[in-house]
């Protein structure tokens, strides 16, 4: 069987990686006895003798002097950590007896290190220098490794006072390095163990990303999308980072130009970490404290892209970033605290796959003080932490997805029994209709004819409030609304026909003025609920009615064992594309005018013309009002001042005296720029100025 993608995948990297360190093979043969045996690995640590240099102009000449007289104090750790500095450091190792004629590499544990420096003495007490940089390309550098690393040989002979080789170290950032002496085979095992320990980091992250990317297209949840972003992100920056962009793909070039790629890419991770832990943590627009935090996150995350690109000092832009990324730890940590005593189960998860990432850093800082063997393992301990802190992230949000759609299919199993529990059951004024006394009468096929009112009242932009919410808070939320209307309907005579999730409809069979007073009602329902929403954070709801009157037929329908009660009508339909226009022209409660002719005193309510109104599915135009008692206070005002305006530009406008028409019209908009019904007539007055419409033309509007 041929081998799976994935295991290819892993192959080649390895291949890739591992084909850099072959020609250090060939010279194992180089390797001796003595002081040095075949496969010597030896870390310099704590017996290294080091001297600052802060103007950078010691020569190695004084340094050994000053080693010979006892005046160099020792390292004292495993690695000599400097932090942000322009200092030239110097290090004295001694050379042990038996050390000559050993042909040695010197290389380091940071791949960043500006400069790397090696005098070794000849026997006539001469220096010969050595110099290695990370800014090389790596098709020219002597040692085929990522780190600085410089291949030197010891004189067979040299004069017993001199049995020390000098070496500096440079940055442009941070130093933060170990030091090791090995012949051709231990810098072998050293790039190989290199190499299984990042070739296993990024098959791990890769297998993070494509797996979750194979998630995201069946969930399409937008959490799953912000992990791989991010993800992406931190693989490219972890790529960059350990050199395997320019090692693998561009040897050619400079190591100096990750001076701005790897700020970049690290802008990238941090920016698309805060929005992914925003969004994992559950914060959303309600939350008047943690939003703005992890948004403020995201935003600092954004500034190191400024600030690579701003000329400052790499020092000072890579200390930047660290700081970020520290106090990105610090803040995500504790609002995700903040989550979980707010309740939110998953935040635990979250803060757990942080305690991967501060285990590795505890791990470094161990080895770093000697506590741990000096092992590639012990030195990757950070870059592993990360890559647990991801492989729990993935955790967490297939622990919380399916969690969610635990909670979904309760919710699901709720509404199931709550539907068998009323699907039996129909309104008692729709028994009362068919002339029956009791649910138990009702049979299959019974019907009667009447002329009532129809409402129809929809929740606008419903799918974009639920996607904010978990299916419970849904379920909670339109429960509160129905609440809150479903009386007010009930108050003045009607009664719900059926309830279809945001929306319903509702019969009134007494007279429109009933249907219409309810509609204000509700609305003032509406703006009660909003007044509570605002105060816990939450964005304000709108809602849409459309009423019509016309001649109805309820009835039962459906087989021997579901009978269902329903209405069958053109009049239901147009009352549902009447609601349906409340979008178009931002209102909030439309009438046709047959239920506006039903009204006892339209005087008794504050209302205006639209228009006659061709909607989808009919052929003939619709008289539709638009009556504002419901709406705000402010929104009444300027209706109420802009409605004999409105009236005498809908008169010109379908008396074809455009330019008047557009004159009126525009006179409100400058009241009124929310007025989305003058908008519609200004636009197409103007239109009409400029492109005279035939002679059929009758002002019909067909809404789009």
């Given at each position: 069987m041929p081998p799976s993608p994935r295991a290819m995948l892993v192959l080649a990297l390895l291949a890739a990686l591992s084909a850099q360190s072959l020609p250090l093979a060939a010279e194992a043969s180089a390797g001796g006895g003595g002081a040095f045996p075949e496969g010597c690995f030896r870390p310099l640590g704590p017996g290294l003798r080091v001297y600052e240099d802060p103007a950078g102009v010691a020569t190695p000449a004084e340094v050994l002097r000053m080693y010979g007289a006892g005046a160099l104090p020792s390292l004292g750790r495993a690695s000599l950590s400097a932090g942000y500095t322009s200092s030239t450091f110097w290090l004295v190792e001694p050379l042990p007896p038996g050390a000559e004629g050993e042909r040695l590499y010197l290389f380091t544990t940071d791949t960043g290190l500006y400069r790397l420096r090696l005098f070794v003495p000849g026997a006539d007490g001469s220096l010969e220098a050595y110099e290695g940089s990370y800014a090389q390309p790596y098709s020219r550098r002597a040692v085929p490794i990522a780190n600085p690393a410089l291949a030197f040989s010891i004189p067979e002979e040299m004069p017993p006072e001199d049995r020390a080789i000098v070496f500096s170290v440079r940055s442009d950032s941070s130093i933060h390095t170990s030091f090791v002496l090995a012949d051709a085979i231990g810098l072998y095992k050293f790039k190989l163990e290199r190499t299984v320990v990042l070739t296993s980091v990024f098959v791990v992250l890769i297998g993070l990303f494509l797996y979750n990317a194979f998630v995201l297209l069946f969930a399409k949840d937008r959490r799953y999308l912000s992990y791989i972003l991010y993800l992406g992100a931190y693989i490219l920056y972890l790529a960059d980072l350990h050199c395997l962009d320019f090692e693998l793909l561009f040897p050619g070039l400079p190591g100096s130009w990750t001076k701005t790629v790897s700020p970049l890419l690290g802008s990238a991770s941090l920016v698309l970490s805060a929005l992914f832990a925003k969004s994992f943590l559950g914060i959303g627009r309600e939350s008047k404290v943690l939003r703005p935090c992890m948004l403020a996150l995201a935003g600092l995350?954004?500034?190191?892209?400024?600030?690579?690109?701003?000329?400052?000092?790499?020092?000072?832009?890579?200390?930047?970033?660290?700081?970020?990324?520290?106090?990105?730890?610090?803040?995500?940590?504790?609002?995700?605290?903040?989550?979980?005593?707010?309740?939110?189960?998953?935040?635990?998860?979250?803060?757990?796959?942080?305690?991967?990432?501060?285990?590795?850093?505890?791990?470094?800082?161990?080895?770093?003080?000697?506590?741990?063997?000096?092992?590639?393992?012990?030195?990757?301990?950070?870059?592993?932490?990360?890559?647990?802190?991801?492989?729990?992230?993935?955790?967490?949000?297939?622990?919380?997805?399916?969690?969610?759609?635990?909670?979904?299919?309760?919710?699901?199993?709720?509404?199931?029994?709550?539907?068998?529990?009323?699907?039996?059951?129909?309104?008692?004024?729709?028994?009362?209709?068919?002339?029956?006394?009791?649910?138990?009468?009702?049979?299959?096929?019974?019907?009667?004819?009447?002329?009532?009112?129809?409402?129809?009242?929809?929740?606008?932009?419903?799918?974009?409030?639920?996607?904010?919410?978990?299916?419970?808070?849904?379920?909670?939320?339109?429960?509160?609304?129905?609440?809150?209307?479903?009386?007010?309907?009930?108050?003045?005579?009607?009664?719900?026909?059926?309830?279809?999730?945001?929306?319903?409809?509702?019969?009134?069979?007494?007279?429109?003025?009933?249907?219409?007073?309810?509609?204000?009602?509700?609305?003032?329902?509406?703006?009660?609920?909003?007044?509570?929403?605002?105060?816990?954070?939450?964005?304000?709801?709108?809602?849409?009615?459309?009423?019509?009157?016309?001649?109805?037929?309820?009835?039962?329908?459906?087989?021997?064992?579901?009978?269902?009660?329903?209405?069958?009508?053109?009049?239901?339909?147009?009352?549902?594309?009447?609601?349906?226009?409340?979008?178009?022209?931002?209102?909030?409660?439309?009438?046709?005018?047959?239920?506006?002719?039903?009204?006892?005193?339209?005087?008794?309510?504050?209302?205006?013309?639209?228009?006659?109104?061709?909607?989808?599915?009919?052929?003939?135009?619709?008289?539709?009002?638009?009556?504002?008692?419901?709406?705000?206070?402010?929104?009444?005002?300027?209706?109420?001042?802009?409605?004999?305006?409105?009236?005498?530009?809908?008169?010109?406008?379908?008396?074809?005296?455009?330019?008047?028409?557009?004159?009126?019209?525009?006179?409100?908009?400058?009241?009124?720029?929310?007025?989305?019904?003058?908008?519609?007539?200004?636009?197409?007055?103007?239109?009409?100025?400029?492109?005279?419409?035939?002679?059929?033309?009758?002002?019909?509007?067909?809404?789009?």
């Open positions: 995350g954004g500034s190191l892209a400024a600030v690579s690109v701003s000329g400052l000092r790499y020092g000072l832009v890579s200390e930047y970033g660290n700081d970020l990324a520290s106090a990105f730890v610090v803040v995500v940590t504790v609002v995700a605290i903040a989550r979980i005593l707010q309740g939110y189960k998953p935040a635990a998860f979250f803060l757990l796959a942080n305690l991967g990432l501060v285990a590795g850093v505890l791990a470094y800082g161990l080895w770093e003080n000697g506590y741990l063997p000096n092992t590639v393992l012990a030195s990757s301990a950070t870059l592993l932490g990360q890559t647990l802190q991801l492989v729990l992230f993935s955790a967490s949000l297939a622990y919380r997805l399916g969690l969610e759609r635990r909670e979904r299919v309760s919710a699901q199993e709720a509404l199931l029994r709550q539907e068998e529990s009323f699907r039996r059951f129909v309104p008692l004024e729709f028994i009362e209709f068919l002339g029956k006394r009791d649910i138990g009468e009702i049979r299959l096929g019974q019907h009667v004819e009447k002329e009532m009112c129809v409402m129809f009242a929809d929740i606008r932009s419903f799918t974009s409030l639920s996607e904010a919410m978990t299916p419970r808070e849904t379920f909670d939320f339109i429960n509160d609304y129905l609440r809150r209307i479903v009386p007010t309907i009930k108050d003045y005579g009607g009664f719900i026909d059926k309830f279809m999730g945001d929306s319903i409809m509702a019969l009134f069979p007494n007279s429109a003025d009933d249907a219409l007073r309810a509609a204000i009602e509700m609305q003032g329902a509406i703006a009660s609920l909003n007044e509570e929403r605002a105060e816990r954070g939450a964005i304000p709801i709108r809602a849409g009615i459309g009423l019509h009157t016309g001649s109805l037929m309820l009835g039962i329908i459906g087989d021997a064992e579901r009978l269902e009660s329903t209405v069958l009508s053109d009049s239901v339909n147009l009352a549902s594309r009447v609601e349906k226009l409340n979008r178009f022209f931002g209102s909030s409660i439309l009438i046709t005018s047959a239920s506006f002719k039903d009204l006892q005193d339209p005087l008794e309510y504050r209302y205006r013309f639209l228009g006659r109104v061709k909607v989808k599915g009919k052929t003939e135009a619709a008289p539709i009002f638009e009556v504002f008692d419901g709406e705000p206070e402010a929104r009444r005002r300027l209706k109420l001042e802009t409605q004999r305006p409105f009236e005498q530009g809908l008169v010109a406008y379908l008396l074809r005296d455009f330019p008047r028409a557009r004159s009126f019209f525009s006179g409100i908009l400058r009241k009124d720029g929310d007025d989305r019904a003058a908008a519609y007539y200004y636009l197409h007055s103007k239109r009409a100025m400029e492109a005279e419409p035939g002679p059929g033309w009758d002002g019909t509007i067909e809404p789009a």
